[in-house]
T-cell receptor
Framework: DTAVSQTPKYLVTQMGNDKSIKCEQNLGHDTMYWYKQDSKKFLKIMFSYNNKELIINETVPNRFSPKSPDKAHLNLHINSLELGDSAVYFC?????????????FGSGTRLTVV | QKEVEQNSGPLSVPEGAIASLNCTYSDRGSQSFFWYRQYSGKSPELIMSIYSNGDKEDGRFTAQLNKASQYVSLLIRDSQPSDSATYLCAAVSGSARQLTFGSGTQLTVLP
C-alpha cells in the first residue's frame, strides 16, 4: 500500500509545453511538500501546504503553480517548460507536531525537457 | 552560507570498515536532525533522527549531535556493499520549520 504516490514517474516533454505532476498520500498527514532534486542530488524545497493552505513558497519561477484540493493531494503544474526545469521532483508529507518522524517521500517524477 | 553543509565526498571505505559522514548546520534554532539514505534512482529513505545532544544508536548506525558545535554525524559500523548510496543530512529550520537538506555525500563500500 503506497504511502505517498506520484504520477507520472517519468515525463519527457518539449520546451514551451505545460505539464502537471500529481501527488497523493494515504498517511493521514496534514502537510505536503514539493522538492526539486537537481543533477548534483541537491534537494531543495519549493512549496509546502498545511491543510490546503500554502505555508512555504520558496523563490521559484511563477511558471510553477501548486494546487491542493484537499490535505491528501498536492499537485504541481508547470507552464512554459524550460530546459532548466529538467530534474527529479519529489512530493513528501509529514504531520505537524510529529517532526521526529521526518518526511515520507514519494518515488519521484523524473522530468526531462527537450 | 548554506543552511546545512556536508563533506563533499565521494567517500569510499572497504567492506567491514566504519564509514563516517559529517554535517554542520547554521541555524542555531534547529532542534531536529535527520539522516536519509538515497539509492540511485530511488527516493530518500529516513534512517535516523536525533534531537538530543549525544549519541543515538540503531543497529549498525549511530547518529551523533553536538548542538554547541552545530555538528551532526552518522557512523556506519561494519559497512556493507549494500550501504553504498548517497546520504543526506537534514535539519528542521527556517521560519516555517521545514526540512532543509545538505547536498549529500556519496558513499561507496568496496567488497
Amino acid at each position: 500500500d503506497t504511502a505517498v504516490s506520484q504520477t507520472p514517474k517519468y515525463l519527457v516533454t518539449q520546451m514551451g509545453n505545460d505539464k502537471s505532476i500529481k501527488c497523493e498520500q494515504n498517511l493521514g498527514h496534514d502537510t505536503m511538500y514539493w522538492y526539486k532534486q537537481d543533477s548534483k542530488k541537491f534537494l531543495k524545497i519549493m512549496f509546502s501546504y498545511n491543510n490546503k493552505e500554502l505555508i512555504i513558497n520558496e523563490t521559484v519561477p511563477n511558471r510553477f503553480s501548486p494546487k491542493s484540493p484537499d490535505k491528501a493531494h498536492l499537485n504541481l503544474h508547470i507552464n512554459s517548460l524550460e530546459l532548466g526545469d529538467s530534474a527529479v521532483y519529489f512530493c513528501a508529507s509529514s504531520q505537524r507536531g510529529q517532526e521526529l518522524g521526518g518526511y515520507t517521500f514519494g518515488s519521484g517524477t523524473r522530468l526531462t525537457v527537450v | 552560507q548554506k543552511e546545512v553543509e556536508q563533506n563533499s565526498g565521494p567517500l569510499s571505505v572497504p567492506e567491514g570498515a566504519i564509514a563516517s559522514l559529517n554535517c554542520t548546520y547554521s541555524d542555531r534554532g534547529s532542534q531536529s536532525f535527520f539522516w536519509y539514505r538515497q539509492y540511485s534512482g530511488k527516493s530518500p529513505e529516513l534512517i535516523m533522527s536525533i534531537y538530543s545532544n549525544g549519541d543515538k544508536e540503531d543497529g549498525r548506525f549511530t547518529a551523533q549531535l553536538n548542538k554547541a558545535s552545530q555538528y551532526v554525524s552518522l557512523l556506519i559500523r561494519d559497512s556493507q556493499p549494500s550501504d553504498s548510496a548517497t546520504y543526506l543530512c537534514a535539519a528542521v529550520s527556517g521560519s516555517a520549520r521545514q526540512l532543509t537538506f545538505g547536498s549529500g555525500t556519496q558513499l561507496t563500500v568496496l567488497p
